[in-house]
């Protein structure tokens, strides 16, 4: 009995969700823009600024807001007028809906596949410059899930955000393979300055994650006016995996012994990795078990060979087909940007240990010293992979609270194409 009650209450938040989806939107709030969007669980607002809390329905017809990604209540409440009013007050303070123009549409990408996209200009007749949105490594549909197809337009930057292949309503096989991909973005800015016509203005990509290859790359292959890679590399994903390692180690407390022997480790998972998953299997089995009893062991994590660890023998083989997208292990992002004259900002977070940002930012600073390379850099302190600010636990583990202040500002600014003042607590490097 209990078990068919808890699948009736989880059917019916199922639907409640569903129903609150038509509240989602940008909102007005003073002199500054608030975002509404979908959640697990609920909505989630983030403001401008960059704090934001998950909203859940408190049953005497508001929501009650819970700090960052804590669970914790942090004092705001947000009403909704109903889907049709389009208003909110957010802590007793009105808010009315941003009017967007909204554009849906469908385009082929590399080899014919349809991708699904979305452009969403701010209203009126002004011309605008546009950022087209290119995702990260996940495999879920953007058209749901990044709020910035709404942040953009809401501070008069147009937005073009598109399922990639694989995802949501796009066809094509899923995959990482960062050549595709940047056919693929070439296409969606392509389809964004048809779809928007005379009012387009400036335009150029905005890579997160994963994007942060992708965009540069983009870039070279069509006419773009600006790129914008957030928490991205500038170095392969076998040379993030090996700082990723390094730098949670050392958060351990591990001494360069101790991880001179875990590197063993993850060059042995990178060799498997390169062979898509057929080779080099012997050799990984044998240094795991030259090392699995050590106590540090458990704390050799990565971006990916964490994903290798548990499986082995034939197991690897079979498992790591999971896992094997097409990435292109031993991309050379350097060479990329050596021959990219197009403006570009590097929006790195410093306290990031799933993409350090350390090597990244030291390539990025001797480029524009050697190559006098248009590329300007913000470094957000504090801020991890998502660009987050975060609690830490007493077993290290990371809760994110909010976004940092100037964050989304500068992506707007950028777009605009001018930065000017001061960013939050942002550190900018800028060429001259």
């Known amino acids: 009995m209990l078990r068919i009650l808890f699948a009736v209450l989880l059917a019916l938040a199922a639907c409640r969700a569903q129903a609150d989806e038509c509240l989602v939107g940008a909102y007005r709030l003073g002199d500054a823009s608030l975002d509404i969007a979908p959640s697990d669980g609920g909505l989630r607002w983030r403001h401008v600024e960059g704090a934001t809390g998950l909203l859940v329905a408190d049953g005497a017809g508001g929501w009650t807001s819970l700090e960052g990604w804590t669970g914790r209540p942090d004092g705001h409440r947000i009403e909704f ?57 996940e495999n879920l ?22 399922d990639k292949r694989g995802t949501g309503e796009s066809g094509g096989q899923y995959t990482q393979d960062y050549d595709v991909l940047a056919d693929d973005a070439v296409a969606a800015l392509a389809e964004a300055r048809r779809l928007g016509g005379a009012r387009i203005g400036r335009s150029g990509f905005r890579g997160g994650s994963q994007g942060g290859w992708v965009a540069p790359l983009a870039a070279t292959r069509t006419s773009a006016d600006f790129v914008i890679a957030a928490y991205g590399l500038a170095v392969s994903p076998v040379e993030e995996d090996r700082e990723a390692v390094i730098l949670q180690m050392q958060l351990k407390g591990h001494g360069a012994d101790v991880i001179e022997s875990a590197l063993e480790i993850v060059d042995a998972a990178a060799e498997v990795a390169r062979s898509r998953f057929t080779a080099g299997i012997d050799a990984f089995d044998a240094v795991r078990a030259r090392y699995r009893d050590e106590p540090w062991y458990d704390d050799v994590h990565g971006n990916f060979t964490h994903l290798l660890l548990p499986h082995y023998g034939e197991a690897l083989r079979r498992e790591g087909q999971a896992y094997n997208f097409g990435t292109p292990w031993d991309y050379d992002a350097m060479a990329v940007l050596r021959g990219l004259r197009t403006p570009q900002l590097w929006q790195l977070a410093e306290a990031d240990i799933d993409a350090p940002m350390g090597e990244t930012f030291r390539r990025l600073r001797r480029l524009v010293r050697e190559q006098d390379a248009p590329v300007g850099i913000a470094v957000f302190p504090g801020a991890e992979h998502g660009m987050t600010l975060f609690e830490t636990a007493a077993d290290g583990s990371r809760t994110s609270l909010r976004y940092p202040a100037g964050y989304t500002r500068m992506t707007v600014d950028f777009a605009k194409g001018r930065l000017a003042g001061d960013y939050g607590d942002a550190r900018l490097y800028l060429p001259d």
């Open 141 to 162: 549909s953007a058209r749901r899930w990044d709020f910035m197809q709404r942040q953009l337009p809401a501070e008069g930057v147009a937005a073009f955000v598109y």
């Open 81 to 137: 007028a109903g889907c049709a009013q389009g208003e909110l007050r957010f802590d007793g303070v009105a808010a009315r809906r941003i009017p967007l123009r909204v554009t849906e549409t469908a385009f082929a990408g590399r080899d014919g596949v349809s991708l699904a996209g979305r452009l969403l200009m701010p209203e009126g007749e002004a011309v605008v410059p546009l950022v087209v949105l290119i995702h990260g490594a």
